[in-house]
Protein backbone atom coordinates (compact mmCIF):
# COMPACT_ATOMS: atom_id res chain seq x y z
CA UNK A 1 0.00 0.00 0.00
CA UNK A 2 1.18 3.27 -0.74
CA UNK A 3 1.41 5.94 2.16
CA UNK A 4 -1.08 8.23 -0.10
CA UNK A 5 -4.79 7.08 0.81
CA UNK A 6 -6.17 7.04 -2.86
CA UNK A 7 -9.21 9.28 -3.18
CA UNK A 8 -11.17 6.59 -4.69
CA UNK A 9 -11.17 4.77 -1.46
CA UNK A 10 -14.20 3.83 -0.04
CA UNK A 11 -14.30 5.13 3.56
CA UNK A 12 -15.08 2.22 6.28
CA UNK A 13 -18.37 3.30 8.00
CA UNK A 14 -20.14 -0.23 8.42
CA UNK A 15 -19.88 -3.21 9.64
CA UNK A 16 -19.40 -5.08 5.40
CA UNK A 17 -16.85 -3.05 4.94
CA UNK A 18 -15.06 -3.42 7.77
CA UNK A 19 -15.24 -6.54 7.36
CA UNK A 20 -13.87 -6.43 4.14
CA UNK A 21 -11.49 -4.56 5.19
CA UNK A 22 -10.29 -7.32 8.40
CA UNK A 23 -10.66 -10.15 5.31
CA UNK A 24 -7.76 -8.52 3.08
CA UNK A 25 -5.45 -7.21 6.03
CA UNK A 26 -5.44 -11.21 7.76
CA UNK A 27 -4.71 -12.28 4.42
CA UNK A 28 -2.07 -9.95 3.99
CA UNK A 29 -0.57 -10.14 7.62
CA UNK A 30 -0.21 -13.90 7.11
CA UNK A 31 1.42 -13.48 3.98
CA UNK A 32 3.82 -10.58 5.24
CA UNK A 33 4.85 -12.56 8.66
CA UNK A 34 4.54 -16.01 7.55
CA UNK A 35 5.50 -18.48 10.33
CA UNK A 36 7.49 -15.30 12.29
CA UNK A 37 6.43 -13.77 15.48
CA UNK A 38 5.02 -10.37 15.71
CA UNK A 39 6.24 -7.93 18.49
CA UNK A 40 3.12 -4.98 19.01
CA UNK A 41 3.53 -1.75 21.74
CA UNK A 42 -0.31 -2.46 23.30
CA UNK A 43 -0.80 1.33 24.74
CA UNK A 44 -4.70 0.42 25.47
CA UNK A 45 -5.29 3.37 23.12
CA UNK A 46 -7.98 2.83 20.49
CA UNK A 47 -4.82 2.16 17.27
CA UNK A 48 -2.96 -0.59 18.76
CA UNK A 49 -5.71 -2.24 20.61
CA UNK A 50 -7.11 -2.73 17.40
CA UNK A 51 -4.30 -3.74 15.82
CA UNK A 52 -3.85 -6.59 18.62
CA UNK A 53 -7.46 -7.74 18.10
CA UNK A 54 -6.52 -8.03 13.83
CA UNK A 55 -3.54 -9.72 14.50
CA UNK A 56 -4.69 -12.06 16.98
CA UNK A 57 -7.43 -12.84 14.16
CA UNK A 58 -4.21 -13.39 11.90
CA UNK A 59 -1.77 -15.03 13.44
CA UNK A 60 -2.77 -15.83 16.86
CA UNK A 61 0.10 -16.38 19.42
CA UNK A 62 2.66 -15.59 16.76
CA UNK A 63 1.86 -11.92 18.10
CA UNK A 64 3.49 -11.11 21.39
CA UNK A 65 1.78 -8.13 23.14
CA UNK A 66 4.01 -5.54 25.40
CA UNK A 67 2.27 -3.52 27.22
CA UNK A 68 5.03 -0.80 29.19
CA UNK A 69 3.19 1.01 32.34
CA UNK A 70 5.39 4.44 32.00
CA UNK A 71 3.66 6.02 34.63
CA UNK A 72 2.13 8.23 32.62
CA UNK A 73 -1.29 6.37 31.97
CA UNK A 74 -4.21 7.53 32.42
CA UNK A 75 -5.89 6.26 35.99
CA UNK A 76 -7.00 2.37 35.62
CA UNK A 77 -5.97 2.13 32.22
CA UNK A 78 -2.79 -0.69 32.63
CA UNK A 79 -5.21 -2.46 34.44
CA UNK A 80 -7.76 -2.47 31.58
CA UNK A 81 -5.29 -3.95 28.82
CA UNK A 82 -4.36 -6.71 31.08
CA UNK A 83 -7.88 -7.86 31.66
CA UNK A 84 -8.92 -7.18 27.91
CA UNK A 85 -5.72 -8.68 25.97
CA UNK A 86 -4.65 -11.40 28.99
CA UNK A 87 -7.86 -12.75 30.27
CA UNK A 88 -10.66 -12.05 28.05
CA UNK A 89 -8.73 -12.03 24.52
CA UNK A 90 -6.05 -14.53 26.07
CA UNK A 91 -3.27 -13.12 24.12
CA UNK A 92 0.44 -13.25 24.32
CA UNK A 93 1.08 -10.74 26.73
CA UNK A 94 4.27 -9.37 28.50
CA UNK A 95 3.32 -6.15 31.38
CA UNK A 96 6.46 -4.27 32.07
CA UNK A 97 6.35 -1.75 35.06
CA UNK A 98 9.19 0.91 33.92
CA UNK A 99 7.32 4.04 35.75
CA UNK A 100 10.83 4.77 38.06
CA UNK A 101 12.75 4.39 34.41
CA UNK A 102 10.40 6.57 32.64
CA UNK A 103 10.14 9.41 35.65
CA UNK A 104 13.79 9.28 36.15
CA UNK A 105 14.66 10.54 32.98
CA UNK A 106 12.23 13.15 32.87
CA UNK A 107 13.33 14.90 36.29
CA UNK A 108 13.94 18.33 35.53
CA UNK A 109 13.30 18.03 31.99
CA UNK A 110 10.80 21.34 30.68
CA UNK A 111 11.13 21.35 26.71
CA UNK A 112 8.03 19.91 25.40
CA UNK A 113 9.80 17.93 22.20
CA UNK A 114 12.51 16.61 24.20
CA UNK A 115 9.92 15.29 26.86
CA UNK A 116 8.62 13.71 23.87
CA UNK A 117 11.73 12.30 22.64
CA UNK A 118 12.44 10.94 26.08
CA UNK A 119 9.89 9.09 26.44
CA UNK A 120 9.48 7.69 22.68
CA UNK A 121 13.00 6.74 22.76
CA UNK A 122 12.96 4.99 26.16
CA UNK A 123 9.74 3.23 24.64
CA UNK A 124 12.30 2.13 21.47
CA UNK A 125 14.79 0.90 24.23
CA UNK A 126 12.33 -1.04 26.42
CA UNK A 127 10.67 -3.10 23.42
CA UNK A 128 14.12 -3.70 22.06
CA UNK A 129 15.34 -5.22 25.18
CA UNK A 130 11.83 -7.05 25.24
CA UNK A 131 12.79 -8.55 21.55
CA UNK A 132 16.22 -9.57 22.12
CA UNK A 133 14.80 -11.89 25.25
CA UNK A 134 12.60 -13.26 22.14
CA UNK A 135 13.40 -15.78 19.78
CA UNK A 136 12.16 -15.30 16.22
CA UNK A 137 11.01 -11.64 16.37
CA UNK A 138 11.19 -10.55 12.73
CA UNK A 139 8.17 -7.87 12.50
CA UNK A 140 7.56 -4.85 14.71
CA UNK A 141 3.64 -4.24 14.27
CA UNK A 142 2.56 -0.33 14.94
CA UNK A 143 -0.83 1.20 15.22
CA UNK A 144 -0.12 3.81 12.93
CA UNK A 145 -3.01 5.73 11.28
CA UNK A 146 -3.49 8.36 8.76
CA UNK A 147 -3.13 11.14 10.15
CA UNK A 148 0.04 10.08 11.60
CA UNK A 149 1.73 9.74 8.22
CA UNK A 150 0.48 13.52 7.07
CA UNK A 151 1.67 15.36 10.17
CA UNK A 152 4.98 13.02 10.54
CA UNK A 153 6.86 15.79 8.96
CA UNK A 154 8.01 18.21 11.39
CA UNK A 155 4.46 17.94 13.61
CA UNK A 156 4.98 15.02 16.04
CA UNK A 157 8.09 14.17 16.97
CA UNK A 158 7.12 11.33 18.89
CA UNK A 159 5.11 8.53 17.05
CA UNK A 160 5.43 5.85 15.15
CA UNK A 161 6.39 7.10 11.48
CA UNK A 162 10.12 8.13 11.05
CA UNK A 163 10.75 7.18 14.92
CA UNK A 164 13.11 3.88 14.66
CA UNK A 165 16.49 3.97 14.97
CA UNK A 166 18.22 2.89 11.56
CA UNK A 167 19.67 -0.47 13.11
CA UNK A 168 16.25 -1.42 14.02
CA UNK A 169 16.11 -4.98 12.75
CA UNK A 170 12.35 -5.30 12.65
CA UNK A 171 10.14 -4.79 9.62
CA UNK A 172 7.13 -2.98 9.87
CA UNK A 173 3.56 -4.28 9.87
CA UNK A 174 0.77 -1.67 10.22
CA UNK A 175 -2.58 -3.09 9.15
CA UNK A 176 -4.90 0.33 9.81
CA UNK A 177 -2.05 2.81 8.36
CA UNK A 178 -4.45 4.33 5.65
CA UNK A 179 -7.89 4.87 8.27
CA UNK A 180 -8.68 7.76 10.16
CA UNK A 181 -9.60 7.37 13.44
CA UNK A 182 -13.48 6.81 13.20
CA UNK A 183 -12.52 4.00 10.54
CA UNK A 184 -10.50 2.61 13.14
CA UNK A 185 -13.38 2.36 15.95
CA UNK A 186 -16.12 0.58 13.55
CA UNK A 187 -13.28 -2.26 12.63
CA UNK A 188 -12.34 -2.65 16.05
CA UNK A 189 -15.83 -3.19 17.03
CA UNK A 190 -16.31 -5.17 13.49
CA UNK A 191 -13.56 -7.38 15.56
CA UNK A 192 -15.29 -7.58 18.86
CA UNK A 193 -13.53 -5.82 21.16
CA UNK A 194 -15.25 -3.93 23.99
CA UNK A 195 -17.39 -0.50 23.16
CA UNK A 196 -15.16 0.33 26.44
CA UNK A 197 -11.79 0.01 24.80
CA UNK A 198 -12.78 1.00 20.77
CA UNK A 199 -15.18 4.30 21.87
CA UNK A 200 -11.93 5.61 24.32
CA UNK A 201 -10.36 8.93 23.45
CA UNK A 202 -7.10 9.01 21.59
CA UNK A 203 -4.43 9.37 23.84
CA UNK A 204 -0.88 10.93 22.48
CA UNK A 205 1.89 8.26 23.12
CA UNK A 206 3.49 9.89 25.78
CA UNK A 207 0.35 9.82 27.56
CA UNK A 208 0.12 12.52 30.67
CA UNK A 209 3.32 13.50 30.41
CA UNK A 210 2.03 16.16 27.51
CA UNK A 211 -0.95 17.04 30.00
CA UNK A 212 1.57 17.38 32.75
CA UNK A 213 2.89 21.01 31.61
CA UNK A 214 6.88 21.52 31.87
CA UNK A 215 9.25 19.67 33.67
CA UNK A 216 6.83 16.37 35.76
CA UNK A 217 6.58 15.99 38.94
CA UNK A 218 5.04 12.76 41.02
CA UNK A 219 2.30 14.75 43.16
CA UNK A 220 1.68 16.96 40.16
CA UNK A 221 1.21 13.81 37.80
CA UNK A 222 -0.43 12.25 40.87
CA UNK A 223 -3.19 15.43 40.98
CA UNK A 224 -3.53 15.14 36.96
CA UNK A 225 -4.45 11.90 36.58
CA UNK A 226 -6.78 12.35 39.61
CA UNK A 227 -8.52 14.91 38.24
CA UNK A 228 -8.64 13.79 35.02
CA UNK A 229 -10.68 10.66 35.65
CA UNK A 230 -13.10 12.92 37.63
CA UNK A 231 -13.45 14.55 34.06
CA UNK A 232 -14.17 11.30 32.43
CA UNK A 233 -16.59 10.36 34.99
CA UNK A 234 -18.59 13.30 35.01
CA UNK A 235 -18.55 12.72 31.44
CA UNK A 236 -19.85 9.00 31.09
CA UNK A 237 -22.56 10.47 34.23
CA UNK A 238 -24.43 13.27 31.49
CA UNK A 239 -23.54 11.58 28.13
CA UNK A 240 -21.05 14.13 26.85
CA UNK A 241 -19.05 11.16 26.44
CA UNK A 242 -20.10 9.75 23.70
CA UNK A 243 -20.83 13.30 21.89
CA UNK A 244 -17.15 15.02 22.41
CA UNK A 245 -14.23 12.91 20.15
CA UNK A 246 -11.58 14.23 22.95
CA UNK A 247 -11.79 15.65 26.51
CA UNK A 248 -8.72 15.85 29.02
CA UNK A 249 -7.36 17.90 32.00
CA UNK A 250 -4.56 19.80 31.41
CA UNK A 251 -2.07 20.84 34.77
CA UNK A 252 0.79 23.77 34.05
CA UNK A 253 3.70 24.00 35.92
CA UNK A 254 2.13 27.06 38.49
CA UNK A 255 0.44 28.14 41.37
CA UNK A 256 -2.03 30.25 42.16
CA UNK A 257 -3.63 31.19 45.67
CA UNK A 258 -7.11 30.11 46.51
CA UNK A 259 -8.37 29.85 50.25
CA UNK A 260 -8.86 25.99 52.07
CA UNK A 261 -10.41 25.69 55.53
CA UNK A 262 -9.64 29.46 56.21
CA UNK A 263 -6.27 29.40 55.25
CA UNK A 264 -4.44 30.83 52.38
CA UNK A 265 -3.71 27.28 49.81
CA UNK A 266 -1.30 27.59 47.00
CA UNK A 267 -2.40 24.69 44.32
CA UNK A 268 -2.41 24.10 40.53
CA UNK A 269 -5.02 24.94 38.26
CA UNK A 270 -6.47 22.04 35.97
CA UNK A 271 -7.91 23.22 32.53
CA UNK A 272 -10.14 20.98 30.46
CA UNK A 273 -9.87 20.54 26.89
CA UNK A 274 -12.91 19.30 24.97
CA UNK A 275 -12.67 19.25 21.11
CA UNK A 276 -15.06 17.56 18.49
CA UNK A 277 -13.16 16.75 15.14
CA UNK A 278 -13.50 14.14 12.09
CA UNK A 279 -9.55 13.84 10.89
CA UNK A 280 -7.34 15.59 13.91
CA UNK A 281 -6.32 18.13 11.21
CA UNK A 282 -8.82 20.99 13.01
CA UNK A 283 -11.08 20.90 16.09
CA UNK A 284 -13.75 22.76 17.42
CA UNK A 285 -14.58 23.30 21.12
CA UNK A 286 -17.65 21.31 22.33
CA UNK A 287 -19.85 23.55 24.57
CA UNK A 288 -20.65 22.19 28.11
CA UNK A 289 -23.09 23.33 30.02
CA UNK A 290 -22.72 25.30 33.04
CA UNK A 291 -24.08 23.08 35.52
CA UNK A 292 -21.92 20.29 34.38
CA UNK A 293 -18.73 22.62 34.96
CA UNK A 294 -19.64 23.27 38.13
CA UNK A 295 -20.09 20.08 39.34
CA UNK A 296 -16.65 19.27 37.69
CA UNK A 297 -15.02 22.04 39.20
CA UNK A 298 -16.49 20.85 42.94
CA UNK A 299 -15.76 17.55 42.67
CA UNK A 300 -11.74 18.24 41.38
CA UNK A 301 -11.14 21.21 43.72
CA UNK A 302 -12.40 19.54 46.55
CA UNK A 303 -11.57 15.78 46.02
CA UNK A 304 -7.86 16.35 44.04
CA UNK A 305 -4.99 17.43 46.52
CA UNK A 306 -2.63 20.21 45.17
CA UNK A 307 -5.30 21.71 42.45
CA UNK A 308 -7.07 25.15 43.61
CA UNK A 309 -8.50 26.41 40.32
CA UNK A 310 -10.65 24.81 37.05
CA UNK A 311 -9.87 26.87 33.75
CA UNK A 312 -12.04 25.90 30.40
CA UNK A 313 -9.93 26.25 27.18
CA UNK A 314 -12.14 27.63 24.55
CA UNK A 315 -9.73 27.42 21.22
CA UNK A 316 -10.47 25.81 18.26
CA UNK A 317 -7.29 24.17 16.10
CA UNK A 318 -6.04 25.69 14.42
CA UNK A 319 -5.24 28.69 15.99
CA UNK A 320 -4.71 26.01 19.21
CA UNK A 321 -3.13 22.11 18.85
CA UNK A 322 -5.23 19.63 20.50
CA UNK A 323 -2.46 19.02 23.10
CA UNK A 324 -1.24 21.62 25.29
CA UNK A 325 2.20 20.38 24.19
Known amino acids: MSNIRPESM ?17 K ?14 LSGGVD ?30 SEQVIEVFGKELDANLIYIDATDRFLSLLEGVKEPEKKRKIIGGEFIKVFDEEAR ?6 FLAQGTIYPDIIESKGVKAHHNVGGLPEDMQFELVEPVKLLYKDEVRVVGKALGLPASMVDRQPFPGPGLGVRCLGAITRDRLHALREADAILREEFDKCGLASKVWQYFIAVPDMKSVGVKNDLRYEGWPAIIRAVNTVDAMTATIEEIPYPILHKITDRITKEVDGINRVLLDLTPKPIGTIEWE
Request: proline share 0%.
Open 10 to 26: ARITNFELANKFIDEQV
Open 28 to 41: LVREQVGDKKVLLA
Open 48 to 77: SSVVAALLIKAIGKQLVCVHVNHGLMRKGE
Open 133 to 138: KLEGIS
